[in-house]
């Protein structure tokens, strides 16, 4: 499956323009076969988001979390709404 | 929508015993409206895996990465095989 291909999908047909900002996703889904499998995706959020932020400017309210927890599968959705020149911070060096 | 369900519908009916295996994927979709929006999906990469390596084991050979790149949006997808008991690393202190 070509994820490329599914997110543009998922993007409405024509963005009004106050609706077309940068955006990133994380998408994280851990699958537990294993009945002593820890669930770390609620460890892994704060470290991940620490991560982006060293390549772009990260508002904390511009942070949108979903945690879903079910039987032997965890998932975890952070949508994050870059500033508009969604500018790296970390230029090549 | 509910990553949850989506992910559970990826996942084969029935899954061979040998198919069966703790399972960690990171997906990554970063749009960009604004023409001079960096790219940084490919530098996030191994700073991703460094962060998920505090939390559970990783063998280097069961990672899998797709990074797909088109006209404003960029993917970048991370399998990860898990070994069996999946035993996070950083127990709760």
Do not use: C
Request: aromatic share 6%; hydrophobic share 40%; charged share 30%.
């Amino acid at each position: 499956m070509s994820w490329l291909n599914f997110f543009r999908s998922q993007k409405p047909e024509a963005p009004s323009a106050s609706a077309a900002k940068d955006r990133l996703q994380i998408i994280l889904a851990h699958e537990r076969v294993s009945r002593d499998g820890d669930d770390f995706l609620p460890k892994l959020q704060k470290e991940l988001l620490e991560v982006v932020a060293r390549y772009v400017k990260i508002d904390a309210d511009k942070v949108k979390v979903d945690l879903e927890r079910g039987q032997g599968m965890s998932t975890l959705a952070i949508g994050v709404e870059l500033p508009g020149n969604g500018t790296a911070k970390r230029s090549a060096a």
